[in-house]
């Protein structure tokens, strides 16, 4: 495994900024027409394919 080391200053969103971008994605996911179990089964796969990748 190998590690990174992130060098600079990371700006927190606002709070405005962080709901459009919350209202961004929520658009897109109704515009694609997933369900909340989509999304649980999406989740579920690509942890399934870390653990996978890690061993």
């Not at 209202?23 to 989509?38: G, H, R």
């Amino acid at each position: 495994m190998s590690a990174q080391i992130l060098t600079g200053t990371l700006k927190l969103s606002s709070a405005e900024e962080f709901e459009a971008s919350l209202d961004e994605a929520q658009k897109w996911v109704l515009s694609v027409e997933y369900t909340e179990n989509d999304v649980d089964d999406i989740v579920k796969s690509v942890r399934k394919k870390k653990r996978v990748c890690e061993l």
